[in-house]
Structures are given as C-alpha cells and as structure tokens.
T-cell receptor, first 118, second 113 residues
Framework: EAGVTQFPSHSVIEKGQTVTLRCDPI?????LYWYRRVMGKEIKFLLH????????ESGMPNNRFLAERTGGTYSTLKVQPAELEDSGVYFC????????????????FGSGTQLSVL | GENVEQHPSTLSVQEGDSAVIKCTYS??????FPWYKQELGKRPQLIID?????GEKKDQRIAVTLNKTAKHFSLHITETQPEDSAVYFC????????????FGSGTQLTVLP
C-alpha cells in the first residue's frame, strides 16, 4: 500500500515568507497528525485531525501556523510569516484507528519536510 | 503533561555487541510505549511496542522492558548489525483525555563494523 507522502521534502525560505507543507495520508486513515522535530530534540505533537475536524491542536506553537484538512483527505500546514525558530523537520502521520488500544493499530509516518528559515 | 526523557543521545557499539537505550516518563497513567526507528533519510517506523500490562516483549533481536514502578522502559538490541544504525525514538501515551504520543529526543545509534 502507498505510505504517507509529504511534499516538499525540503524547503528553504527567508524569514517573513510563507510556506505551505502538504501531507497525503494513507487512504482510509481518518486520523492525521502533524509533528515537528527541531534539531536534536524530541518529536513534538502539533495537532490531530479526525477526518476534516481538528480533534486536538494543543501543540500548535502560535497563530502563525494554520492547518487544514478539507474533505478529510490530504492536509496542509501553512506557516505565515515564517520565523527562524520554525526551522525543523515537520512530520505527518496517519492511523486508521485512534487511541492505540487496538493491538493492530499503528502510527504511520511520512518522510518529513525539512524546513529551513534563513 | 507527560514528559519523556531519553538517554543516551548518541551510542556507538561494535558490530555484534548489544545496545541499550533508556527512557523515563512522568505520567504514571501512561499505558502504551512504542519505539520508532528512523534510518537516514527515511521515515520513522514502529519497530516494537509494549503496553503497561506487560513487563517485557521480545521480537527476534530486539526487546523492550517496562518498569512501571520506576516509570522507565528500555530498548535492547542484541547482536547488533550495521543496518541497526539509525535514530531511535521512544514514546509514551499518557492517560487522561489528551491522548497524544509524547516522544523522547532520540538516540543516534551507530554500529561500527
């Protein structure tokens, strides 16, 4: 099966510019997550969609970040305007079920978008 | 909220030796502990997980142990091979309504031939 795909794989922008990251989850996966890893640190949760609804956006750093998932399929994460501290790897992940109580449940990650803000 | 500490940040071992990565967590209600492996340029992938009703789980050369009392869990890789070289992340799923995985900061494992 096709995995979680993210685009672009790398993005280099200047401070103040806008960048939009895209994530295509595995087909049929209602749950879509965004995470970020700043260099050398932990993978930090940003937000969680169930279909098109934001289930939990407690990890979003500030209002410069906007995530959407129109139609409950792919998702976009826009950073506007970008700041230096936004640099890092942005991961998207998807899962069919939620809660991890089901032993068959797994979180599938994309390869990430390396964002560099100069 | 949950806080996961992971050590060491880097680990080098000779091929054939064992490697151990340790994580501690803060939320005593956490009940699910997965480990992810990220090879260079690739996506993180689940390699093994353990739930709080089990103390140890093994899958071929990898094993995970959980000590609920001490709130720590460890990944053990035996007979390491060069293809084990990667960044390994531990994670914990806290109890309560805010059930999102909390990850550790990662361990860069290098297996020297």
């Amino acid at each position: 099966e096709a995995g979680v795909t993210q685009f672009p794989s790398h993005s280099v922008i200047e401070k103040g510019q806008t960048v939009t990251l895209r994530c295509d989850p595995i087909s049929g996966h209602d749950n879509l997550y965004w995470y970020r890893r700043v260099m050398g640190k932990e993978i930090k949760f940003l937000l969680h969609f169930v279909k098109e609804s934001k289930q939990d956006e407690s990890g979003m750093p500030n209002n410069r970040f906007l995530a959407e998932r129109t139609g409950g399929t792919y998702s976009t994460l826009k950073v506007q305007p970008a700041e230096l501290e936004d640099s890092g790897v942005y991961f998207c992940a998807s899962s069919q079920l939620r809660g991890f109580s089901d032993r068959r449940e797994k979180l599938f990650f994309g390869s990430g978008t390396q964002l560099s803000v100069l | 909220g949950e806080n996961v500490e992971q050590h060491p940040s880097t680990l080098s071992v000779q091929e054939g030796d064992s490697a151990v990565i340790k994580c501690t967590y803060s939320d005593s209600a956490s009940n699910y502990f997965p480990w992810y492996k990220q090879e260079l340029g690739k996506r993180p992938q689940l390699i093994i997980d353990i739930r709080s009703n089990v103390g140890e789980k093994k899958d071929q050369r990898i094993a995970v142990t959980l000590n609920k009392t001490a709130k720590h869990f460890s990944l053990h890789i035996t007979e390491t091979q060069p293809e084990d070289s990667a960044v390994y992340f531990c994670a914990a799923l806290p109890g309560g309504s805010a059930r999102q995985l909390t990850f550790g900061s990662g361990t860069q494992l290098t297996v020297l031939p």
